[in-house]
């Protein structure tokens, strides 16, 4: 079924800076409360981050289904394009434009890299639906991201960090994928598993996921206002290094989504694989690269803001992409 972005979900770019500018504007006249919310922690890892972000994660992780990872073999090309993409070409592209524009600058060059590092398996679903591409497909490589995210990100990481000669707490990063990651994939499958086996898959899917979805944009715009109460003093003061690091952010998107639409249009691949490998092999996987950030550097750090116009810049860029794989459909560019 095609799904229709409602005006909210369409303009979520919108709400992203207004929440952005309420989180400044906190910052500089609620300083009480910037002292408040960043003496909450568990270690380095701060509690209603924490909070948010699991509730950003979990709705993404419930469409994780280990049976779908069954069916690549019927169907690999799509697939293995799109995790070669994730891994290999996103990375080494983010990299490079880091150490052009960046240099000099090791927590924005992080920024890039936890970016650059992360494979989405979110808002991928709500894209590759609004582009009428092959959801099955999407259900399957996002299945396989969150996998190998478990696994690949963290020594993706520390080893594009280590060649610059930037160290990074191992521990700490370790403890971001595992919290961030780790723990709603546990309790989101667990919970999928007692909630279909009480309820049934048809309330689960038109009920309860409809719903938990909801409440992780809610939770997605609440970390912001979070993120800029704490940082606003940051980004005031450092507006250069913001615009600094947008510019390898937006020029990372462009020469990543052209890589990826000339490597499906010469694997032959049908708008509905082509548009899907396309998407999620540009996208990143913007909420735990904001919780790493926040868990290595700090919520006031130039690495958590960094890694939040990632964001930032991601929904407009993912939504023009979405515009642009149709018009290209139109014109025949892939085959039919």
Same mark, same amino acid.
């Given at each position: 079924?095609?799904?229709?972005?409602?005006?909210?979900?369409?303009?979520?770019?919108?709400?992203?800076?207004?929440? %952005?500018?309420?989180? @400044?504007?906190?910052?500089?006249?609620?300083?009480?409360?910037?002292?408040?919310?960043?003496?909450?922690?568990?270690?380095?890892?701060?509690?209603?981050?924490?909070?948010?972000?699991?509730?950003?994660?979990?709705?993404?992780?419930?469409?994780?289904?280990?049976?779908?990872?069954?069916?690549?073999?019927?169907?690999?090309?799509?697939?293995?394009?799109?995790?070669?993409?994730?891994?290999?070409?996103?990375?080494?592209?983010?990299?490079?434009?880091?150490?052009?524009?960046?240099?000099?600058?090791?927590?924005?060059?992080?920024? $890039?890299?936890?970016?650059?590092?992360?494979?989405?398996?979110? %808002?991928?679903?709500?894209?590759?639906?609004?582009?009428?591409?092959?959801?099955?497909?999407?259900?399957?490589?996002?299945?396989?991201?969150?996998?190998?995210?478990?696994?690949?990100?963290?020594?993706?990481?520390?080893?594009?960090?280590?060649?610059?000669?930037?160290?990074?707490?191992?521990?700490?990063?370790?403890?971001? @994928?595992?919290?961030?990651?780790?723990?709603?994939?546990?309790?989101?499958?667990?919970?999928?598993?007692?909630?279909?086996?009480?309820?049934?898959?048809?309330?689960?899917?038109?009920?309860?996921?409809?719903?938990?979805?909801?409440?992780?944009?809610?939770?997605?715009?609440?970390?912001?206002?979070?993120?800029?109460?704490?940082?606003?003093?940051?980004?005031?003061?450092?507006?250069?290094? %913001?615009?600094?690091?947008?510019?390898?952010?937006?020029?990372?998107?462009?020469?990543?989504?052209?890589?990826?639409?000339?490597?499906?249009?010469?694997?032959?691949?049908?708008?509905?694989?082509?548009?899907?490998?396309?998407?999620?092999?540009?996208?990143?996987?913007?909420?735990?690269?904001?919780?790493?950030?926040?868990?290595?550097?700090?919520?006031?750090?130039?690495?958590?803001?960094?890694?939040?116009?990632? $964001?930032?810049?991601?929904?407009?860029? %993912?939504?023009?992409?979405?515009?642009?794989?149709?018009?290209?459909?139109?014109?025949?560019?892939?085959?039919?």
């Amino acid at each position: 079924m095609k799904k229709v972005l409602n005006n909210f979900e369409k303009y979520l770019y919108v709400w992203v800076f207004v929440c %952005m500018l309420v989180g @400044v504007l906190f910052s500089q006249y609620l300083s009480g409360l910037s002292v408040l919310l960043n003496s909450w922690k568990i270690g380095n890892v701060s509690v209603p981050i924490g909070i948010c972000l699991f509730l950003m994660m979990y709705p993404a992780l419930l469409n994780f289904q280990i049976k779908e990872l069954k069916k690549l073999i019927k169907a690999p090309k799509p697939i293995l394009l799109t995790l070669l993409s994730n891994w290999i070409i996103a990375p080494i592209v983010t990299v490079i434009l880091a150490n052009m524009f960046l240099k000099g600058y090791d927590q924005l060059i992080v920024a $890039l890299v936890l970016l650059g590092s992360s494979p989405c398996t979110a %808002m991928v679903i709500v894209w590759g639906s609004l582009a009428n591409g092959n959801q099955e497909q999407n259900v399957i490589t996002t299945s396989i991201n969150t996998l190998t995210i478990m696994f690949l990100y963290a020594p993706v990481v520390v080893l594009l960090t280590g060649i610059q000669g930037i160290t990074l707490d191992r521990y700490a990063l370790l403890i971001s @994928v595992l919290i961030f990651i780790g723990l709603p994939l546990i309790i989101g499958y667990i919970s999928k598993k007692l909630l279909i086996a009480k309820k049934g898959l048809r309330w689960f899917e038109t009920k309860y996921k409809p719903t938990v979805g909801k409440i992780s944009i809610v939770a997605l715009l609440f970390t912001l206002i979070v993120l800029f109460t704490l940082n606003g003093d940051v980004l005031l003061k450092n507006p250069g290094k %913001m615009l600094l690091v947008s510019v390898p952010i937006l020029l990372g998107f462009i020469i990543v989504v052209a890589i990826n639409i000339f490597i499906t249009k010469l694997f032959k691949l049908k708008y509905k694989e082509a548009i899907i490998s396309v998407i999620i092999g540009s996208s990143s996987h913007f909420e735990i690269a904001i919780a790493t950030a926040i868990t290595l550097f700090g919520l006031g750090s130039q690495t958590a803001l960094g890694t939040t116009m990632g $964001l930032f810049w991601e929904v407009p860029v %993912m939504l023009g992409l979405v515009y642009l794989g149709k018009f290209l459909h139109r014109k025949a560019f892939w085959e039919v």
